[in-house]
Nanobody
Framework: QVQLVESGGGLVQPGGSLRLSCAPI????????VGWFRQAPGKAREGVTC??????????YYSDSVKGRFTLSSDSAKNFVSLQMTNLQFEDSATYHC?????????????????WGQGTQVTVSS
């Protein structure tokens, strides 16, 4: 079974931090870029960040809404990517989905998606 599995979501207070992880199951994602999208109820899906390769030395891109607060990295040896999120705000609350992408040259576009994970919930609340 081919899938992406996300983990690490949860409840955090404003200003807090969370780390999300994503790993592939049943396929090799070496030829893909990898990105994160988020979607809150009633809002459009937003491409948050992507990395050009999971094999090391990837270039990362971020949406303006998270730049300077989120950091995407890959661990080629352990075959996963991590999204470190700091200074979380109420507007960051959403379901976060990992996706493989055919390209990454700016904040990710869902038109470039191939694989899509089930998502992990991030809730920022006081």
């Amino acid at each position: 079974q081919v899938q992406l599995v996300e983990s690490g979501g949860g409840l955090v207070q404003p200003g807090g931090s969370l780390r999300l992880s994503c790993a592939p199951i049943g396929f090799n994602w070496d030829r893909y870029a990898v990105g994160w999208f988020r979607q809150a109820p009633g809002k459009a899906r937003e491409g948050v960040t992507c990395i050009t390769t999971t094999g090391g030395d990837g270039i990362t891109y971020y949406s303006d809404s998270v730049k300077g607060r989120f950091t995407l990295s890959s661990d080629s040896a352990k075959n996963f990517v991590s999204l470190q999120m700091t200074n979380l705000q109420f507007e960051d609350s959403a379901t976060y989905h990992c996706a493989t992408l055919r390209r990454c040259d700016g904040p990710p576009d869902d038109l470039d998606m191939d694989h899509w994970g089930q998502g992990t919930q991030v809730t920022v609340s006081s």
